[in-house]
């Protein structure tokens, strides 16, 4: 892969300016999502890709409650479960009409959101907005799959010209990069990135 370069970074909860009808529909980390995917395509000219390993956690257990019981399924309830959820929202309240490209890959999100970002570059967008969260995980879940432990989120502005370049070498040992674990090395509290590769950062 060719070197993609970030050339802006948010990661943080920020006071969604989502409207209200669609603004309930999303929790917290929706809401952050959203917030950042504006802050990095303020024009909503870039596409757009979101990565999440479980998606909305809640809304899933939440329906899966519901058949147990022999309850009927909300049709919002469902539409909000999708893991293109955060976009479909985003998307409909920026009135955005690029693409968008919504993502899970077993762990191997960070890695899928480069690979998906470095296409569309390829065909010719100049820059690529990418998302990585990850949701409150519900007691049900926790201890059975891998989870950061907390709500988080980050996003980059990609390109191929501006910024500090990212680059990739063989790694001995292949992890699953959570979206805390990017935040780290990325503000340069880590040297590098395990995923199913060791990714590096040019440094300033």
């Given at each position: 892969?060719?070197?993609?370069?970030?050339?802006?970074?948010?990661?943080?909860?920020?006071?969604?300016?989502?409207?209200?009808?669609?603004?309930?529909?999303l929790d917290d980390t929706g809401h952050a999502t959203c917030d950042i995917l504006r802050e990095l395509d303020p024009q909503a000219n870039a596409p757009l890709v979101h990565a999440s390993r479980h998606g909305d956690t809640t809304h899933t257990l939440a329906m899966l409650e519901s058949l147990q019981r022999g309850d009927p399924i909300s049709p919002t309830r469902f539409s909000m479960s999708v893991h293109n959820a955060i976009l479909g929202v985003h998307s409909i309240a920026r009135s955005h009409h690029r693409p968008l490209q919504a993502l899970g890959a077993c762990g191997d999100e960070f890695e899928a959101l480069l690979h998906e970002s470095y296409g569309y570059?390829?065909?010719?967008?100049?820059?690529?907005?990418?998302?990585?969260?990850?949701?409150?995980?519900?007691?049900?879940?926790?201890?059975?799959?891998?989870?950061p432990g907390t709500a988080c989120v980050i996003g980059m502005r990609l390109t191929l010209q501006r910024g500090r370049a990212i680059t990739a070498s063989t790694s001995a040992h292949s992890t699953s990069p959570t979206p805390v674990n990017v935040l780290q090395w990325l503000s340069g509290e880590t040297a590098f990135l395990n995923g199913r590769q060791r990714w590096h950062l040019e440094q300033e």
């Open positions: 892969m060719a070197t993609v370069k970030p050339n802006r970074l948010i990661s943080a909860q920020l006071s969604s300016e989502l409207p209200a009808m669609l603004r309930r529909r570059l390829m065909a010719g967008y100049p820059a690529v907005v990418a998302a990585f969260s990850e949701s409150c995980l519900p007691a049900a879940y926790q201890g059975v799959t891998q989870h």
